[in-house]
């Protein structure tokens, strides 16, 4: 495939558009899941009254659903994720709530008739966080293109029915349906068919449908607002917007000095409302793009430097305390000192150490007591609460046991003070390690971001067309239809396709393309490449949030928030295990203190310091400060987050974990063959007349019917036919009743002949008997591992185009490096026998199954993962974990039912919507990138979990003392605090290594 071609299919795959998943209207199955409620049942509509839903949604029918973004701190673990979720889900008028307990961030679709952001943020407080809202977004009616979020989805047979149940929907004339991001995308006739239409249609299925986004041709932009905002210049500003062409919707947030505009990108751009919000306001109100990123990276780095200051003040006040505790008591003059009596029996050195493990116990620790009380009265303990009560007991202990000395003459006391105050110190460092590593998570979305360049050229022209001079402009504030000037050596500031000039183009940070490709007049670029030689003069055409740059960051941010399958388990036993860990606590110092009582073992077991309550209590407090719930929350999402980002800047596109867990189950691995192990660009090599016609005419007739047909098989007879003609653009013979059967070939009435162009199976369905001349060039062309088609007028066949495809480079190391992973190859084609074959032999695949239908193809992908046999015998399988790698219309059923679908980048935007794993590149070599990285990222998740729990099931019974009857080992609850730290910073770290992943070397690549 040219790569002006690969590149324009590699725009087109973003941007939406095409058609052709009709096709898999077969594959549907009966719903698994109820249909969920849209409304609160009985709710009260907002704008006042009561009445029923349908009453209400009729008072309201301007009012529909709002997506809205907020930024939430104080999350440390999965039950945090957690309790804001049910907070949020708590309050009418919700439709769905999800939160990225890494990212600090929850998205909450909800309806306005019945909750407001603010009860949102009011909710989220109420849960003990602090919440801000950082976005916001109304679902409008009137759009050609929607998008709807499903939930429900389990397989893909599910994504077939709600695919079907759209697709048969009045009105809608396209839609297509992802189970990875659990996504629909359908075009549709606003005139006929409402959103509110399209969600029933999927809710009538068993499944529960979000409006995500509405339209195709609307943008919105935030922009910051510098000046003095009251009211008078509110309504200038707001009114001056609205007056320009294209505009939407306006919503201002005066708290952030931001305003929110929703446009058409035809009708205007950034630049003009930024100069017509300082125009009207005479230039006391300026306006400039705001930077939503800025404001996450300043919280998060605010969270770092909160954390790194108590961290130090605790340090101030704790090491005294550790000195004096431990290290002073061996120094003789020093010991004196601090053993010196105050009042009775209370010494110095107490004294001391009590005044200084206050500030550290309720002033730096006051987080986890906020944490601890805010997690009891949502009834979902936390780590805030392990924390609280065991600084706590080592706390109040040593403070009743400085006061008993300090009224008695004769008590010997002991204080545990340094234990609460290191407790503290060692977890704020854990933590403080902890969000540092948490940061590196997302870096290859900071990359990503980073790609596109700050500034841009704009070139102006007169009313002739003829450029005027140039302008240097912020690269955000670039509009549709502007023309751009890309300097060698400069990055391309936006997708577009070039009108003047040739260059040679960068594009492996984006597609992971390694060689330059070739541009001139015609060509797309993507933004964020890199031009290397010649000028070029690009004309823009997605700008913003519709560039190919942005789709990338929002589909792998959109991965990242996504729960693989493996997580659940992490979050039923974060559910129980704070209060687990408590009873075990408290049984575990009942036990040591009965013993202690009863004299179930010798005094010599006793420190010299202490008592056998003492020693019981310090069990006790070690066994509850060393289990730690966060390592088992975060073993998941930090690795999902760091593979999908490393898979991203290796041109690999994950859409979440569930994609991730199935690719490394894989063990079987069906091939399309054309565009797949081919090229995907076919070239007639020979023409065999078996009638007496001309070579120009006869082709004149064959192209003239597939001219209509996408098949690279017929584009190349159109290419080579076009060959024949000296004219650049020539007109074809007119054609009536066009019909095309799909993987077979096509029919149509051509002048005055009727024409059939297909493969043999096709023919003999039409009823057209095959001479023995015509079969004996079929099975030479066969042999030679190329596709005989066969063109028939008038219902005899007149002659055979031989065309053939070249196998992709490295196609054959690929298979076999796949068969050293275990991993089965099987290649199912529409082609002939023959042909399939000799490709198969070529390429070292030994399963073949050809001349399959689309629907069939999608069938065997069935039979594979159902434990039975394929109907052609060859195949006889057992059930298995089978991935689909293809790139066209007819590869998306098989994609669909496939436990992962691969899309080769160059292929069509309906496979890759339909596909779990974009292949940006067209390189074979990233089936096996995919397969691996998910492999190693599942081996990193396992050693996560592996760690998390061994470290809780070993670390808790020798924190309660089971190897101190035998070997006198007793772990101190400080020592057991910095060992609970540890092992959250430890999982996070491991899944960090991640970031250093390099795909496998292939012999001969």
């Given at each position: 495939m040219p790569p002006s071609a690969t590149r324009s299919l590699f725009l087109c795959c973003f941007h939406g558009g095409g058609g052709g998943s009709e096709v898999s209207r077969r594959l549907g199955l009966r719903p698994r899941y109820p249909s969920m409620p849209r409304r609160p049942k009985g709710a009260a509509f907002a704008g006042g009254g009561g009445g029923d839903l349908e009453a209400a949604a009729g008072a309201g029918s301007e009012e529909e659903e709002k997506v809205a973004v907020f930024s939430v701190s104080g999350m440390t673990c999965a039950a945090c994720a957690g309790s804001v979720e049910k907070a949020v889900k708590r309050l009418p008028g919700i439709h769905d709530a999800a939160v990225d307990v890494l990212g600090g961030r929850a998205q909450v679709v909800f309806y306005p008739a019945f909750v407001s952001d603010i009860n949102i943020t009011e909710a989220i407080e109420d849960a003990g966080f602090e919440a801000k809202l950082i976005d916001e977004e109304v679902k409008e009616k009137n759009i050609l293109l929607c998008r709807l979020h499903i939930k429900g989805m389990a397989c893909k047979y599910c994504t077939s029915t709600v695919e079907f149940a759209l697709q048969v929907s009045p009105g809608v004339q396209r839609a297509s349906v992802a189970l990875a991001t659990e996504e629909a995308e359908i075009r549709y006739d606003r005139r006929i068919v409402s959103p509110s239409q399209l969600i029933q249609a999927v809710e009538e299925t068993g499944f529960e449908a979000i409006l995500v986004t509405a339209g195709e041709d609307r943008s919105r932009i935030d922009l910051k607002i510098d000046g003095i905002l009251d009211e008078r210049m509110l309504m200038i500003v707001k009114s001056s917007i609205q007056a320009l062409p294209g505009v939407e919707n306006i919503k201002f947030n005066t708290e952030l000095h931001k305003v929110t505009i929703s446009y058409k990108p035809d009708q205007t751009g950034p630049r003009d409302l930024i100069e017509v919000i300082k125009s009207a306001t005479s230039g006391h109100v300026s306006a400039s793009i705001y930077l939503e990123a800025d404001g996450r990276d300043q919280n998060r780095y605010g969270e770092i430097k909160r954390y790194r200051q108590s961290f130090l003040w605790s340090l101030i006040f704790t090491i005294p305390v550790f000195l004096t505790s431990m290290v002073f008591m061996y120094i003789p003059w020093v010991k004196d000192g601090l053993e010196r009596k105050v009042f009775n029996m209370m010494s110095t050195g107490e004294l001391l150490r009590w005044i200084l493990s206050t500030p550290v116990q309720f002033f730096i620790g006051r987080k986890f007591y906020v944490g601890a009380y805010k997690a009891m009265c949502r009834g979902t303990p936390n780590m805030d609460v392990l924390i609280a009560l065991g600084t706590n007991t080592a706390y109040l202990y040593s403070v009743y046991s400085v006061l008993r000395a300090a009224t008695s003459e004769n008590y010997m006391t002991t204080d545990f003070f340094e234990t609460s105050s290191m407790l503290i110190s060692f977890i704020l460092l854990g933590k403080y390690l902890e969000i540092l590593a948490k940061g590196k998570t997302s870096e290859a979305i900071a990359k990503l971001m980073d790609l596109a360049p700050e500034t841009a050229t704009l070139l102006m022209f007169d009313h002739e067309g003829n450029v005027v001079g140039e302008k240097?402009?912020?690269?955000?504030?670039?509009?549709?239809?502007?023309?751009?000037?890309?300097?060698?050596?400069?990055?391309?500031?936006?997708?577009?396709?070039?009108?003047?000039?040739?260059?040679?183009?960068?594009?492996?940070?984006?597609?992971?393309?390694?060689?330059?490709?070739?541009?001139?007049?015609?060509?797309?670029?993507?933004?964020?490449?890199?031009?290397?030689?010649?000028?070029?003069?690009?004309?823009?055409?997605?700008?913003?949030?519709?560039?190919?740059?942005?789709?990338?960051?929002?589909?792998?941010?959109?991965?990242?928030?996504?729960?693989?399958?493996?997580?659940?388990?992490?979050?039923?036993?974060?559910?129980?295990?704070?209060?687990?860990?408590?009873?075990?606590?408290?049984?575990?110092?009942?036990?040591?203190?009965?013993?202690?009582?009863?004299?179930?073992?010798?005094?010599?077991?006793?420190?010299p310091s202490m008592d056998s309550f003492q020693l019981a209590l310090q069990f006790g407090i070690s066994v509850m400060v060393i289990a730690c719930p966060c390592a088992l929350g975060l073993a998941t999402p930090t690795a999902v987050m760091v593979a999908t980002g490393v898979g991203a800047s290796q041109g690999v596109l994950i859409k979440g974990g569930q994609a991730l867990e199935s690719a490394q189950k894989v063990?079987?691995?069906?091939?399309?063959?054309?565009?797949?192990?081919?090229?995907?660009?076919?070239?007639?090599?020979?023409?065999?007349?078996?009638?007496?016609?001309?070579?120009?005419?006869?082709?004149?007739?064959?192209?003239?019917?597939?001219?209509?047909?996408?098949?690279?098989?017929?584009?190349?007879?159109?290419?080579?036919?076009?060959?024949?003609?000296?004219?650049?653009?020539?007109?074809?013979?007119?054609?009536?009743?066009?019909?095309?059967?799909?993987?077979?070939?096509?029919?149509?009435?051509?002048?005055?002949?009727?024409?059939?162009?297909?493969?043999?199976?096709?023919?003999?369905?039409?009823?057209?008997?095959?001479?023995?001349?015509?079969?004996?060039?079929?099975?030479?062309?066969?042999?030679?591992?190329?596709?005989?088609?066969?063109?028939?007028?008038?219902?005899?066949?007149?002659?055979?185009?031989?065309?053939?495809?070249?196998?992709?480079?490295?196609?054959?190391?690929?298979?076999?490096?796949?068969?050293?992973?275990?991993?089965?190859?099987?290649?199912?084609?529409?082609?002939?026998?023959?042909?399939?074959?000799?490709?198969?032999?070529?390429?070292?695949?030994?399963?073949?199954?050809?001349?399959?239908?689309?629907?069939?193809?999608?069938?065997?992908?069935?039979?594979?993962?159902?434990?039975?046999?394929?109907?052609?015998?060859?195949?006889?399988?057992?059930?298995?974990?089978?991935?689909?790698?293809?790139?066209?219309?007819?590869?998306?059923?098989?994609?669909?039912?496939?436990?992962?679908?691969?899309?080769?980048?160059?292929?069509?935007?309906?496979?890759?919507?339909?596909?779990?794993?974009?292949?940006?590149?067209?390189?074979?070599?990233?089936?096996?990138?995919?397969?691996?990285?998910?492999?190693?990222?599942?081996?990193?998740?396992?050693?996560?979990?592996?760690?998390?729990?061994?470290?809780?099931?070993?670390?808790?019974?020798?924190?309660?003392?089971?190897?101190?009857?035998?070997?006198?080992?007793?772990?101190?609850?400080?020592?057991?605090?910095?060992?609970?730290?540890?092992?959250?910073?430890?999982?996070?770290?491991?899944?960090?290594?991640l970031r250093y992943y390099k795909s496998p070397k292939i012999v001969g690549s």
């Amino acid at each position: 495939m040219p790569p002006s071609a690969t590149r324009s299919l590699f725009l087109c795959c973003f941007h939406g558009g095409g058609g052709g998943s009709e096709v898999s209207r077969r594959l549907g199955l009966r719903p698994r899941y109820p249909s969920m409620p849209r409304r609160p049942k009985g709710a009260a509509f907002a704008g006042g009254g009561g009445g029923d839903l349908e009453a209400a949604a009729g008072a309201g029918s301007e009012e529909e659903e709002k997506v809205a973004v907020f930024s939430v701190s104080g999350m440390t673990c999965a039950a945090c994720a957690g309790s804001v979720e049910k907070a949020v889900k708590r309050l009418p008028g919700i439709h769905d709530a999800a939160v990225d307990v890494l990212g600090g961030r929850a998205q909450v679709v909800f309806y306005p008739a019945f909750v407001s952001d603010i009860n949102i943020t009011e909710a989220i407080e109420d849960a003990g966080f602090e919440a801000k809202l950082i976005d916001e977004e109304v679902k409008e009616k009137n759009i050609l293109l929607c998008r709807l979020h499903i939930k429900g989805m389990a397989c893909k047979y599910c994504t077939s029915t709600v695919e079907f149940a759209l697709q048969v929907s009045p009105g809608v004339q396209r839609a297509s349906v992802a189970l990875a991001t659990e996504e629909a995308e359908i075009r549709y006739d606003r005139r006929i068919v409402s959103p509110s239409q399209l969600i029933q249609a999927v809710e009538e299925t068993g499944f529960e449908a979000i409006l995500v986004t509405a339209g195709e041709d609307r943008s919105r932009i935030d922009l910051k607002i510098d000046g003095i905002l009251d009211e008078r210049m509110l309504m200038i500003v707001k009114s001056s917007i609205q007056a320009l062409p294209g505009v939407e919707n306006i919503k201002f947030n005066t708290e952030l000095h931001k305003v929110t505009i929703s446009y058409k990108p035809d009708q205007t751009g950034p630049r003009d409302l930024i100069e017509v919000i300082k125009s009207a306001t005479s230039g006391h109100v300026s306006a400039s793009i705001y930077l939503e990123a800025d404001g996450r990276d300043q919280n998060r780095y605010g969270e770092i430097k909160r954390y790194r200051q108590s961290f130090l003040w605790s340090l101030i006040f704790t090491i005294p305390v550790f000195l004096t505790s431990m290290v002073f008591m061996y120094i003789p003059w020093v010991k004196d000192g601090l053993e010196r009596k105050v009042f009775n029996m209370m010494s110095t050195g107490e004294l001391l150490r009590w005044i200084l493990s206050t500030p550290v116990q309720f002033f730096i620790g006051r987080k986890f007591y906020v944490g601890a009380y805010k997690a009891m009265c949502r009834g979902t303990p936390n780590m805030d609460v392990l924390i609280a009560l065991g600084t706590n007991t080592a706390y109040l202990y040593s403070v009743y046991s400085v006061l008993r000395a300090a009224t008695s003459e004769n008590y010997m006391t002991t204080d545990f003070f340094e234990t609460s105050s290191m407790l503290i110190s060692f977890i704020l460092l854990g933590k403080y390690l902890e969000i540092l590593a948490k940061g590196k998570t997302s870096e290859a979305i900071a990359k990503l971001m980073d790609l596109a360049p700050e500034t841009a050229t704009l070139l102006m022209f007169d009313h002739e067309g003829n450029v005027v001079g140039e302008k240097e402009i912020d690269s955000r504030l670039i509009q549709k239809n502007d023309m751009i000037k890309v300097v060698p050596g400069g990055k391309v500031a936006c997708d577009g396709f070039v009108t003047w000039g040739q260059s040679h183009v960068n594009e492996s940070m984006i597609t992971g393309e390694s060689r330059p490709v070739a541009k001139r007049k015609g060509d797309t670029v993507i933004g964020g490449t890199v031009n290397e030689n010649g000028v070029l003069h690009v004309r823009a055409t997605f700008v913003g949030s519709e560039s190919a740059l942005a789709q990338i960051v929002r589909l792998v941010e959109s991965a990242q928030m996504a729960k693989a399958p493996v997580q659940k388990f992490a979050d039923q036993i974060s559910g129980v295990f704070v209060p687990l860990v408590i009873l075990l606590s408290l049984l575990t110092w009942f036990a040591w203190f009965i013993a202690g009582r009863l004299h179930s073992y010798p005094n010599s077991w006793i420190p010299p310091s202490m008592d056998s309550f003492q020693l019981a209590l310090q069990f006790g407090i070690s066994v509850m400060v060393i289990a730690c719930p966060c390592a088992l929350g975060l073993a998941t999402p930090t690795a999902v987050m760091v593979a999908t980002g490393v898979g991203a800047s290796q041109g690999v596109l994950i859409k979440g974990g569930q994609a991730l867990e199935s690719a490394q189950k894989v063990d079987c691995i069906v091939f399309d063959k054309t565009g797949t192990l081919t090229i995907g660009k076919p070239v007639v090599v020979d023409t065999r007349l078996l009638k007496n016609m001309v070579l120009r005419e006869f082709y004149d007739y064959a192209t003239a019917a597939e001219v209509n047909s996408e098949h690279p098989l017929a584009k190349a007879i159109v290419d080579h036919a076009k060959k024949l003609h000296p004219e650049e653009n020539h007109i074809w013979p007119e054609v009536r009743d066009f019909i095309s059967v799909t993987g077979h070939g096509v029919k149509a009435e051509v002048s005055d002949k009727s024409v059939l162009v297909g493969n043999k199976s096709f023919m003999l369905s039409s009823g057209i008997d095959i001479p023995v001349e015509a079969s004996e060039i079929l099975m030479e062309e066969e042999e030679k591992a190329r596709t005989g088609i066969i063109v028939a007028m008038d219902r005899e066949v007149v002659g055979i185009i031989s065309v053939s495809d070249p196998i992709k480079p490295n196609a054959h190391e690929v298979i076999s490096y796949l068969k050293s992973m275990n991993v089965e190859s099987i290649m199912v084609t529409g082609d002939n026998w023959g042909t399939a074959n000799a490709i198969g032999k070529e390429v070292g695949i030994e399963k073949i199954v050809a001349e399959a239908k689309p629907e069939q193809k999608a069938e065997i992908v069935k039979e594979l993962q159902l434990f039975t046999v394929l109907k052609t015998k060859l195949l006889q399988l057992s059930g298995r974990t089978v991935a689909m790698v293809g790139d066209g219309i007819n590869d998306s059923p098989a994609l669909v039912s496939a436990d992962v679908g691969l899309a080769i980048g160059a292929g069509t935007d309906v496979a890759i919507e339909a596909a779990d794993i974009v292949l940006m590149k067209s390189n074979l070599e990233d089936v096996i990138t995919a397969i691996d990285l998910s492999r190693k990222t599942f081996f990193r998740i396992r050693m996560n979990y592996v760690w998390a729990l061994g470290y809780n099931v070993i670390g808790i019974p020798i924190a309660a003392g089971v190897l101190f009857p035998f070997t006198g080992f007793r772990l101190p609850p400080w020592v057991a605090g910095a060992a609970m730290a540890a092992s959250s910073v430890s999982v996070v770290c491991w899944s960090l290594l991640l970031r250093y992943y390099k795909s496998p070397k292939i012999v001969g690549s």
